[in-house]
Each structure stands twice: as structure tokens, then as C-alpha cells.
């Protein structure tokens, strides 16, 4: 199983890239990308995806509940951290 992870705003910077490609044996849960997030970059950065002001999209669209996500082969999710501009 192969997914995308695609890092926006500051969690780009935070990352030092835009993206990641991951592979597992097995869809992964929400509890599943924030392990692995905190093993390849830090428990820091997994809390801040975490965090109720990140949100995120599958495959393209908005997902209400994070905590409820199943990435499944050839998914892909989108960390999109708060903006601000003036």
C-alpha cells in the first residue's frame, strides 16, 4: 500500500520538503500517520498535524473529522495548517 502526505504553509518549512510517499502493508488509520510522522520527523510535528487548527483533505476534499481517516492505497492527505495575510 502507497500514500502521499503533502505538507503545506509552515508544516512544509517544518518538514524541509512538500511532500512524502509512504509505504505500509496495510491501510493506516489516523493513530497510524500520526506514528509514523513522529517517527520520521518529531512528536512535535505530529502534535501540531494533530492540533484542532490543522486540517486536512483526502484525496482532495475536506474531512470533517480527522480522527476518522483510513488512507487506503493510492490516497492521498493534505495537512493544511491555519493562514493568515493581509
Given at each position: 500500500?502507497?500514500?502521499?502526505?503533502?505538507?503545506?504553509?509552515?508544516?512544509?518549512?517544518?518538514?524541509?520538503?512538500?511532500?512524502?510517499?509512504?509505504?505500509?502493508?496495510?491501510?493506516?488509520?489516523?493513530?497510524?500517520v500520526l506514528g509514523w510522522l513522529?517517527?520520521?520527523?518529531?512528536?512535535?510535528?505530529?502534535?501540531?498535524?494533530?492540533?484542532?487548527?490543522?486540517?486536512?483533505?483526502?484525496?482532495?476534499?475536506?474531512?470533517?473529522?480527522?480522527?476518522?481517516?483510513?488512507?487506503?492505497?493510492?490516497?492521498?492527505?493534505?495537512?493544511?495548517?491555519p493562514v493568515s495575510g493581509g
Amino acid at each position: 500500500m502507497k500514500a502521499k502526505l503533502v505538507f503545506l504553509g509552515r508544516l512544509e518549512e517544518q518538514a524541509g520538503r512538500g511532500f512524502e510517499d509512504i509505504a505500509a502493508s496495510a491501510p493506516l488509520d489516523w493513530t497510524d500517520v500520526l506514528g509514523w510522522l513522529g517517527d520520521w520527523y518529531s512528536i512535535e510535528f505530529a502534535e501540531a498535524v494533530d492540533g484542532e487548527k490543522v486540517k486536512v483533505a483526502l484525496n482532495g476534499a475536506l474531512v470533517a473529522d480527522k480522527h476518522s481517516i483510513v488512507l487506503n492505497d493510492g490516497d492521498e492527505i493534505a495537512f493544511l495548517p491555519p493562514v493568515s495575510g493581509g
